[in-house]
């Protein structure tokens, strides 16, 4: 039983191309482990992923996948779940992918409410392409693209998603795995739109650019600075001060996109011809 | 629904395609609100969840040619509808389909640019784009209707090219044929074959969802239907998974393209009309073949030997019936609602043989038969 969650690795493409210190690989242990316990069907899931660093893993993760342009993971996604509501969609994005370029699918695939579940790996970051600023790189950071520090304000991912419509918002970190695990299973069952965030660290790109250490001490960071949603309700905004929030973050019900078509189409055609 | 109606109808030419959609079994539709196509969504947003289909109009171009793509690959039968500027967006993604091999239609209802240009005029701007828009050396099948009738059979053609060589077909039709009500009789269910894709075989061990099957064309099983693989639009190999090797990758494109081009026999459709004996052959496709074909007759009325090639399939290019036209006409006229795109192609197709001339209109108003019949008596009196 320990490690069963290893038939949901395509093990022959590993090793992974992932840099030492980097922390997808842990979300995508993290994935494959909330899989096992959620005991849905392997060959009725697909997983889609964008373009980035982060999005390799689909490659990983033995089930039918697809590797798609930048950005648009959530669109692809919203056209395998629409025409078949029965299987479990998964979508793998980075920060840039999600929030920039993706930037509008995922604010309109938040606002359908489809129930599709989405893991943006945040590491503040584009990796890839050797570390450029994103819209959630922290301003004032420095990046190949922000020699003298980033100007531009970052997004709150979180609160994004949930002004845009999503269902379930939740964020870990690498460092908070029990918990990452926790997440993407809420998630997963969820019926809506949900998006995990895990802030992930990138000590190659980002780390290194803005003296934050290795990847060891960019998780004791992720440890220090991410503060369970249950806890900071006893915090001052003082204690709060460069902190961030870790745990769920908001759940809602509302109709969800796929279930109502499904029931209009259902309405119309008994309707049909009768009047 | 259509079945309870008479066979023959008024319809116009984007609902034809529409119509032509649904007989080939189109059951998704994602798009977004473009002139001069937009019937074409509104119909299918009407009509595809009574036959059990998905209609959903996306947040953005990019994005309805993305979810065409994931509801292909998740086994329905996918398609959309844009004009220049969706199209334009649509690029990447069609590259996408091209590379992964993703069966799809999409339609593009041409209006006058470049960019915003003149959204309800007509032109034919966009052949080259059809062929290039995307980057990469990559296959395309374009088609051309030039009637309300020929836009609901060429759908399903469409459909039936895209399904069998697992390639996007992009109906490139224009603001005139698309907003052209006319007669058309709809055939029996049947009349016209419907072809679907190939699926591999259940319960194969080491299955490659990438291996070149007959025709050269892989069998790809849709999502989540027996087997479990990997799709990607990096350079893959026969499993799927990206490569950087350079011969699988040169491999891999030689094969997207020649299962196009080792098929041309297939694929290339065309008309003709009093072309066999004719001294000056119009050759045009879409709305302007209807004036060329008038201007042809008002030709023969009035004793000058004129003929008519219609294409229909403008990509891949009938290079080998244009090269024939070359050795036996005098001179070959190209009408086109653009600055000779397709004249370019027919100069390339005729080599030394026949004289071309372009008659090229971009004001976004059709060329008349008039001014076809003024450009074949002119060539005439060169030719003597």
Request: glycine share 10%; net charge neutral.
């Amino acid at each position: 039983m320990q490690n069963n969650h290893k038939r949901f690795l395509r093990e022959n493409k590993l090793p992974h191309i992932w840099c030492p210190g980097c922390g997808n690989g842990i979300v995508l242990g993290a994935f494959v482990r909330a899989f096992g316990q959620l005991g849905f069907d392997q060959d009725k899931t697909v997983i889609v992923s964008g373009i980035g660093c982060s999005s390799r893993a689909a490659g990983y993760l033995d089930f039918n996948t697809l590797h798609t342009t930048h950005g648009r993971a959530l669109a692809f996604a919203t056209g395998i779940k629409v025409a078949r509501p029965e299987l479990n969609v998964f979508v793998f994005m980075g920060d840039g992918d999600a929030s920039a370029i993706g930037g509008n699918h995922l604010i309109h695939a938040a606002r359908r409410n489809i129930d599709l579940t989405a893991i943006i790996f945040n590491n503040s970051i584009y990796g890839m392409t050797g570390g450029q600023y994103s819209p959630l790189t922290p301003q004032d950071s420095r990046a190949a693209t922000a020699p003298y520090g980033t100007v531009e304000r970052p997004f709150d991912l979180a609160e994004l998603v949930k002004a845009a419509g999503a269902t379930y918002v939740a964020r870990s970190t690498t460092f908070h795995v029990p918990l990452l695990i926790r997440l993407i299973k809420e998630g997963a069952v969820h019926r809506g739109f949900s998006v995990i965030e895990v802030i992930t660290a990138c000590p190659v790109s980002y780390g290194r650019r803005n003296k934050l250490g290795n990847g060891y001490e960019m998780l004791m960071h992720q440890k220090e600075h991410g503060v369970a949603v249950e806890k900071a309700k006893d915090y001052t905004q003082e204690q709060m001060r460069g902190k961030f929030l870790i745990g769920e973050l908001h759940r809602a019900e509302a109709p969800e996109f796929t279930e109502i078509y499904g029931q209009l189409a259902e309405k119309i055609r008994k309707n049909y011809g009768k009047e | 629904m259509s079945e309870l109606l008479p066979l023959a109808r008024l319809m116009q030419g984007n609902e034809a395609i529409a119509e032509g959609a649904l007989a080939a079994g189109a059951r998704f539709f994602a798009g977004y609100p473009i002139t001069p196509s937009t019937e074409i969504a509104e119909i299918m947003a009407e009509k595809l969840p009574l036959v059990g289909g998905k209609f959903i109009q996306m947040e953005d171009e990019i994005a309805s040619m993305a979810a065409v793509i994931g509801a292909s690959l998740a086994g329905l039968k996918s398609f959309t509808a844009t004009s220049g500027p969706g199209f334009s967006l649509k690029q990447e993604n069609i590259g996408f389909a091209a590379m992964a091999e993703v069966p799809c239609v999409i339609v593009n209802v041409q209006r006058f640019g470049p960019s915003t240009g003149i959204p309800t005029a007509p032109a034919q701007g966009d052949v080259m784009q059809a062929r290039w828009g995307t980057h990469g050396d990559h296959p395309v099948i374009v088609l051309c209707p030039s009637s309300v009738q020929e836009s609901y059979s060429l759908t399903i053609t469409a459909f039936n090219l895209s399904e069998k060589y697992r390639v996007p077909v992009i109906m490139l039709t224009d603001e005139v044929i698309g907003h052209l009500r006319e007669r058309v009789i709809l055939p029996e269910p049947g009349e016209i074959p419907v072809f679907s894709r190939k699926k591999p075989r259940p319960g194969l061990k080491n299955y490659l969802p990438f291996r070149p099957g007959e025709n050269g064309v892989p069998e790809v099983a849709d999502f989540c239907d027996g087997y479990r693989f990997h799709v990607t639009s990096l350079a893959h190999d026969k499993s799927g998974f990206p490569t950087t090797n350079p011969e699988i990758a040169e491999k891999l494109i030689n094969r997207l393209n020649d299962k196009i081009m080792n098929n041309l026999g297939d694929i290339i459709i065309y008309d003709t009309f009093l072309a066999e004996d004719a001294e000056v052959v119009v050759i045009a496709y879409g709305s302007v073949s209807r004036s060329a074909k008038r201007a042809v007759k008002e030709a023969r009325a009035a004793g000058i030997k004129a003929g008519l090639f219609r294409l229909v399939t403008i990509w891949p290019f009938p290079e080998k019936e244009v090269a024939a036209l070359s050795g036996t006409a005098g001179a070959l006229i190209v009408p086109e609602m653009n600055l000779g795109q397709l004249r370019r192609e027919v100069e390339r197709a005729a080599g030394q043989g026949a004289r071309i001339v372009g008659l090229n209109r971009v004001g976004g108003e059709l060329i008349t038969p008039g001014e076809i019949l003024a450009a074949i008596r002119k060539s005439i009196k060169k030719d003597r």
